[in-house]
């Protein structure tokens, strides 16, 4: 939370109160102060997990969006105990084990490519460039498996006016933070570092297009993708690239990892879609997590009404 | 060692020990401690303990023979059909919570998902097994046909590694670790079987009359 620059700033700025007497994260802030003042980096090693691990702060003054559905919530537990982040391990359980010391402050997003003003935001101005929304999606991940999140955050399409793609620009290319130091579990996990991910810059600038820093009324917690990452409610799950670092506008359509890893079972698109099978399972329904039985899986994840039109004249068959 | 082994106890004590699985589910169940996908867990759980206790079943006799415990047969036929309850009770978290006991949705998944047909094979093959494990099925079959008709073990252990090979995404190493202990165990029998037969031509003779230390 406490940049190394500027151990005063961040979300104190959101919930004074909640910081300021939170325990854990006060010592944390002595931790990470005193390693800026020794200025040696071996030290955060000797500082206990406890000490030194990503605790979600309550994020405040949430505004209410359109883009919500109604339905029932997945518990907190779930969602941060059953995910896939296969750079902390391929196991649903893994990532919330393996990401508990992830170092997730100071951070920063450049953004570069096919646009005007390209720039580095830091996570402390990434929570000042719009009022926070708080968007209840449902999310279905590939495995045909789904949640329904109460993400937090604001139009990705907010970040991309402020940098002025480009005419040239034709797609927006994300990239997470990779460190095999910290993700010692990637290896031997079957896919290529760092994790890269792609949209069509109209797919990009929709509306619905999520740049996410919490959820459930509190910053990401590790396991989730922190400190900031892209949820597409539309689209299979690994879409939503998470711990997002680079943002690149391009001309071309850029690699993306499950794509490469096997293009025959991940498109570049990956919109949900009951009627195009996975090669290896099938598609038309998921288990949303907490019930027994398999619910029908719905066109675009639901949000057809919204996107539908951004691939009019597709053949969904082939651009899957 | 071996004493202990022949003891009418040895046999008790293994099988509660290959229950403790079931009872570990069965625990969680009651303890709602199954984690956020709890059909999944039941099924994987299973899953992996099917192929363990046919992984198991396998040992016995490269086992028995590598460190002379003959004694150590007695325990193959009820890993075996362990091997068949976990499968079963996998087959049941497919046939249940994925296909809503639509038999007729089951059999065109069956045809159409390699993974399915093949973990599909693999749980139809250990049917007849289990069904023909008493002493009453060997003397009506026969050592010698019996036998025959229980080596589809191996066909149903090597399917049961490329079911789970196929169904996961990129991380192949379970699937592989499974894949190489079983690879082991069948080419021991392969190597056990050529050196028999360079050694004594008439070994497939003498199989005949001792059907039990050939398997």
Redesign the interface.
């Known amino acids: 939370m406490f940049g190394r620059q500027a151990p005063e700033l961040t979300y104190c700025d959101v919930t004074p109160k909640s910081v300021y007497f939170d325990r854990r994260k006060f010592l944390r802030g002595m931790g990470l102060a005193g390693v800026a003042a020794v200025g040696g980096k071996s030290l955060l090693d000797l500082i206990s997990p406890s000490i030194t691990g990503h605790a979600t702060t309550k994020l405040t003054d949430l505004v209410k969006s359109q883009f919500t559905t109604d339905e029932k919530q997945t518990p907190y537990n779930d969602v941060t105990h059953y995910n896939n982040f296969y750079e902390f391990g391929t196991a649903k359980g893994d990532p919330a084990k393996n990401a508990q010391n992830f170092r997730t402050s100071p951070w920063t997003v450049s953004v570069e490519g096919e646009v005007n003003k390209p720039r580095k935001f830091s996570m402390e101005e990434i929570l000042k460039l719009a009022p926070l929304e708080e968007r209840i999606y449902r999310h279905r991940c590939v495995e045909a498996w789904s949640i329904v999140v109460p993400w937090i955050g604001f139009s990705f399409n907010v970040l991309a006016k402020l940098v002025e793609p480009a005419p040239k620009a034709q797609f927006v290319a994300f990239e997470s933070y990779y460190d095999p130091k910290q993700m010692p579990e990637s290896r031997g996990t079957g896919l290529d570092y760092p994790y890269v991910e792609g949209l069509r810059l109209d797919e990009a600038l929709h509306p619905l297009a999520l740049l996410c820093v919490g959820m459930y009324g509190e910053t990401l917690p590790n396991q989730d993708g922190a400190p900031v990452r892209m949820v597409l409610p539309w689209k299979y799950g690994f879409k939503s690239i998470k711990s997002l670092v680079k943002i690149r506008f391009t001309q071309k359509q850029p690699p993306t990892t499950w794509n490469r890893s096997a293009s025959n079972e991940y498109g570049f698109y990956s919109n949900v879609n009951p009627n195009v099978d996975h090669p290896r399972w099938s598609q038309a329904k998921e288990r949303r997590l907490g019930e027994i039985f398999r619910r029908n899986t719905l066109m675009f994840n639901g949000y057809a009404d919204q996107v539908a039109s951004l691939y009019n004249g597709m053949d969904l068959r082939k651009y899957y | 060692m071996p004493t202990i082994l022949a003891s009418k106890w040895a046999k008790v004590v293994l099988f509660l020990f290959c229950l403790v699985p079931f009872a570990s589910l069965v625990w969680r169940a009651l303890h709602a401690n199954l984690?956020?996908?709890?059909?999944?867990f039941v099924q994987h759980s299973t899953g992996d303990w099917t192929l363990r206790f046919l992984v198991f079943t396998l040992s016995i006799t490269p086992l028995r023979r590598l460190l002379s415990i003959p004694e150590m047969i007695r325990f193959r036929r009820m890993l075996g059909l362990f091997a068949f309850f976990y499968v079963c009770l996998h087959f049941l978290t497919y046939i249940g919570?994925?296909q809503?006991f639509n038999l007729g949705g089951m059999w065109k998944?069956v045809q159409k998902?390699?993974?399915i047909t093949v973990g599909f094979t693999a749980f139809v093959l250990l049917i007849p097994l289990a069904f023909t494990s008493t002493a009453g099925w060997i003397r009506r079959l026969g050592g010698r046909r019996w036998q025959l008709l229980h080596r589809a073990i191996y066909v149903s252990a090597v399917c049961g590694v490329i079911h789970y090979y196929?169904?996961v995404?990129?991380?192949?190493?379970k699937p592989l670790f499974y894949g190489a202990i079983v690879t082991v165990l069948l080419a021991w029998r392969l190597g056990d079987w050529f050196l028999r037969r360079r050694r004594e031509p008439s070994a497939s003779a003498a199989s005949r009359r001792v059907p039990a230390s050939v398997s």
Do not use: F, H, I
């Open positions: 984690g956020a996908n709890p059909v999944e919570p994925d809503s998944d998902r390699r993974y196929w169904l995404k990129s991380d192949v190493r």
